[in-house]
């Protein structure tokens, strides 16, 4: 069984009284995250201590948005995986398609990350998502297959629980605009089909794969019903602690 996540990139927003009274509000919302799902909070590096402090009366578990792909040393302005499991992180988003597109970020770099952040004891969400013109070529799943395979190169990891993936396609994040429920599935089945090849089935099979992309409470639900769509990494409705409260509800309700 996987038990199903739904992770909520808060990106470059919120301010330290702001993530405060998002927790207060989250646990207001939702006492304690039900057992069988999991709700991770990926706030922006500053705020992680803020919401390490108060995730746990709620449940929450904390994750970061990035990682260096170093361990330690003079790389200024770069946030170590072992400085975040020292603030109580137990997750590392890599490769998000805005770092890919605005950084120029690599598969070959991502899988460094990646790597890194598997060293230090964290699980890496990493992502990956096609955009809109490959998709209109009939090209995204080879692509995103593709992408999948190159960001977890050299990454050698025997807990199946501690690799996350998140299919996220680039014209569904932030546009309102989602895949569809059978576009979801059938991107998770060529993903898990291809970790079975890299990995082996066992471990394939017990892997989550999130889909991301304009999740809202509304449409949550059809998406989660799919049986190789394991929760979701969601953006805008993340802000919100209340909806993000109602999409751990779905998630853990066992559609
Ligand atoms: C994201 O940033 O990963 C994301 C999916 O954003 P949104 O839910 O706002 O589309």
Known sequence: MRTPIVAGNWKMHLTPEEARA???????????????VEAVVLPAFPLIPVVAERARESGLEVGSQDVSAHRWGAYTG???????VGLGARYAVVGHSERRQ????TSALIS???RRAAEAGLTPIVCVGEPLEV?????????????MLGSLEGLAVSDPDRLVIAYEPVWAIGTGRSATPEDAEAMSVALREALARR????F????????????????????????????????????????FAALA???????
């Open 22 to 36: 998002w927790l207060v509000e989250f646990h207001q919302s939702m006492p304690e995250v039900p057992s069988g």
């Open 135 to 147: 998709r209109s070529a009939g090209e995204a799943e080879s692509y995103v297959v593709d992408q």
């Open 112 to 114: 460094e990350k990646a």
């Open 78 to 84: 770069e946030v170590s995986a072992w400085q975040l």
């Open 102 to 105: 605005y950084w120029g970020e």
């Open 204 to 243: 394939a099979g017990r892997v989550r794969i999130l889909y991301g992309g304009s999740v809202k409470v509304e449409n949550f639900a059809a998406i989660m019903a799919k049986p190789n769509v394991d929760g979701g990494l969601v953006g805008g409705a993340s802000l919100r602690a209340e909806a």
């Open 249 to 255: 509800r779905l998630a853990g309700s066992g559609l």
């Open 199 to 202: 990995f082996e089935p066992d």
